[in-house]
């Protein structure tokens, strides 16, 4: 049986029904009106992300919704969930809230905080150790903040595995004397970075890295460089066996070698608590030469640095300003708007009506050029922001760089640019990773920065890590990457701000992959850097690598120092190369690798010449002739009739003139 309301029972349901609706009219909402199903929580973010805030909600459709910020609304917020923009430290503790509405009426939400966190602070730095060989070493970092990680570096070069806050050498060695160690303390918001700490293995003195004889000019500087293990060493240098006054580091540097010092012998005796141990000696020749200004380059040739037989491409700038190009085109390396597979056909780079070039340069997968009236544009790969433009994107087309100034020199290295402008001051972009940018950071920039403390700087030159700047007053600064000694400053340490050479006196400065080249206002050539396959030309005995730069030839008049070798052309106009020969890079039609400097076949009256990344080479002669060998896997050798892979005699590119 249907029990049914009584009459008082249907009056009380009226009654409420109608308080219902009355509340509804006088609330403005209707029976579907917005609501809140769930609320917005609370969030926490770290500087430079964001957050997302989110809501549930049930009601009629359609509904809007306008997120508010501390009750104030986010213009165009309109959207059911929010992302706020990038987190700034006046971000924390503000308070989020959403109102919705339909015809039926509007309901706002809870109000949700957002906790902002910072990048981590250092509470504790790294201490300085010293152990006997064979001891262990720890170093300790401690940090505050969220989502913490770590990372050691050793001499500035990141520690496969290191991510914790202690970093421990089990067994000590002698090559690890004079380490120094570093750590990053990382969070989504950023990072920080301790002090140096310093590993001292003890043992007796050894000296690791001989001095090696040389040939300066007479007015010109000659240096001599030691590297020794065995902890809190003492150096004294000795010429023909007797002390040289104050000559107590690591380095000795004569500022203007002298006739007197022709044929002296130099050598380095290294001194601790443990023992002694001398240096084999080193011969200084010192010839008679005037300075000879270097013949200005009526055109030039760039070849990339990539490490990859298939990825390498060639540019000339001519000496009518065009630029032309061949060989991988992928990325747009070659500037001519659209990209394309590797080709040997001759191509131009755009460049704005009107316009002539001045210089250019290739990088890995990068090209710079530098206009007449001192504009610099960008084009290829950009990966690094090493394109200079504010963001990540390739190009190819060749594309200004905004720049403070005009520009007086450029240069490309593997993934970031160097540039030096008419006021003397170096700007850089790009990877970042071991200091190449020069501005005391690691953070690479997509948009130039200035490097640190340089002033009078006319031209600039990059290698795979490094950089280097050649002053008004013919001195040599140098940064980045140092594994090798590139830097040249004797350390073997990365080098994040400008660091001096030692050399004065020069005109001419070029960066190869891990070693660097300076030609002297006499002619004399320096050489410093990685040796490992002969590439300085110091012949049989002679150190693996030269962290300090060496006289090692006379009459030099260009140089193109490569990955794996080095190539130069004399005042003779006869190229000579020394190195690993793979794919016939030296030019003397064979393969074998020499640790001397040797004649490149078929170049006569050469004024210029350049070393690509994967062992090829080109020379230009004063008929504007192009000449190239080596590789050919991306046809950047620019001859059709060369069928195979390399060729090891130098052929000339048909149908092109670099001076017509």
């Not at 809501?55 to 508010?68: A, C, D, H, I, R």
């Not at 001398?278 to 760039?302: D, K, N, Q």
């Amino acid at each position: 049986m249907t029990k049914t309301l009584s009459r008082r029972g249907r009056l009380l349901a009226g009654l409420l029904l109608c308080a219902h609706a009355l509340a509804g009219c006088l609330s403005g909402a209707g029976p579907e009106a917005p609501t809140i199903t769930e609320q917005p929580k609370d969030r926490i973010g770290f500087l430079g992300a964001t957050v997302r805030f989110d809501v549930g909600v049930s009601g009629k459709p359609p509904m809007t919704f306008q997120w508010l910020r501390n009750g104030q609304a986010i213009q165009g917020a309109t959207g059911i969930t929010y992302v706020t923009d990038f987190l700034t430290a006046a971000d924390d503790g503000a308070k989020f809230s959403v109102r919705v509405t339909n015809a039926q009426g509007t309901a706002t939400s809870n109000e949700a905080t957002v906790k902002v966190n910072g990048p981590p602070v250092l509470t504790t730095q790294p201490v300085s150790v010293t152990v006997a060989a064979g001891a262990s070493a720890s170093f300790t970092v401690a940090a505050t903040g969220e989502s913490l990680s770590y990372q050691w570096l050793r001499d500035e070069v990141p520690i496969a595995g290191a991510n914790s806050a202690t970093y421990t050498i089990s067994a000590t060695a002698a090559a690890d004397d004079g380490a120094v160690f570093r750590a990053y303390a990382l969070n989504p918001a950023g990072f920080v970075v301790s002090a140096p700490a310093v590993l001292t293995v003890t043992g007796a003195p050894a000296v690791v890295v001989q001095p090696v004889g040389q040939t300066v000019a007479a007015g010109e500087p000659a240096i001599f460089s030691v590297r020794a293990t065995g902890g809190n060493l003492a150096y004294q240098w000795q010429r023909n066996g007797v002390d040289i006054a104050g000559a107590t580091a690591a380095t000795y540097r004569i500022s203007a070698a002298a006739a007197a010092d022709d044929n002296a012998s130099f050598t380095a005796r290294v001194t601790n608590a443990q023992g002694n141990a001398t240096s084999s000696a080193a011969l200084l020749r010192v010839t008679a030469a005037a300075v000879s200004p270097l013949p200005a380059l009526a055109a030039e040739v760039s070849l990339s640095r990539s490490t990859s037989t298939g990825n390498s491409f060639t540019l000339v700038r001519r000496s009518d300003g065009v630029i032309s190009g061949w060989g991988y085109n992928v990325e747009g390396q070659l500037g001519t708007g659209t990209a394309s597979l590797a080709s040997d056909t001759i191509v131009q780079a755009v460049l704005p009506a009107g316009r002539r070039a001045t210089a250019v340069t290739a990088g890995f997968n990068h090209a710079l050029a530098l206009l007449d009236n001192g504009d610099v544009l960008a084009w290829g790969f950009n990966d690094n922001g090493q394109l200079g433009l504010g963001d990540v994107l390739p190009r190819t087309t060749p594309t200004k760089v905004t720049l403070p100034r005009p520009a007086v020199a450029v240069a490309a290295g593997r993934g970031f640019s160097v540039v030096a402008l008419d006021d003397g001051r170096v700007f850089t972009w790009g990877s970042n990773t071991i200091g190449q940018l020069g501005d005391g950071a690691r953070e690479a920039s997509v948009s130039p920065v200035q490097a640190t403390g340089l002033t009078g700087i006319v031209a600039v030159a990059a290698g795979t890590a490094h950089a280097l700047a050649l002053g008004s007053d013919g001195r040599v600064w140098a940064w980045g990457a140092n594994a090798s000694g590139q830097v040249g400053d004797g350390s073997f340490k990365a080098a994040l701000v400008p660091v001096a050479t030692g050399l004065v006196e020069i005109a001419r400065i070029r960066a190869g992959g891990d070693h660097s080249a300076a030609v002297s206002r006499r002619r004399s050539l320096y050489l410093w850097g990685e040796n490992a396959d002969g590439q300085l030309g110091l012949g049989s005995g002679a150190p693996g690598d030269l962290g300090a730069p060496a006289g090692v030839s006379q009459a030099v008049v260009d140089v193109a120092p490569g990955t794996r070798m080095t190539l130069l052309v004399g005042s003779d106009g006869l190229a000579r190369a020394t190195g690993a020969n793979d794919s016939g890079s030296l030019g003397d039609g064979g393969t074998t690798a020499r640790n001397t400097f040797g004649a490149v076949s078929v170049v006569s009256a050469g004024i210029t010449v350049g070393a690509g990344g994967q062992s090829f080479a080109a020379a230009i002669t004063g008929s504007g002739t192009l000449f190239m060998w080596g590789d050919n896997g991306s046809k950047q050798l620019g001859n059709p009739a060369i069928t195979s892979g390399s060729t090891s005699t130098p052929t000339a590119v048909p149908n092109f003139d670099a001076i017509p």
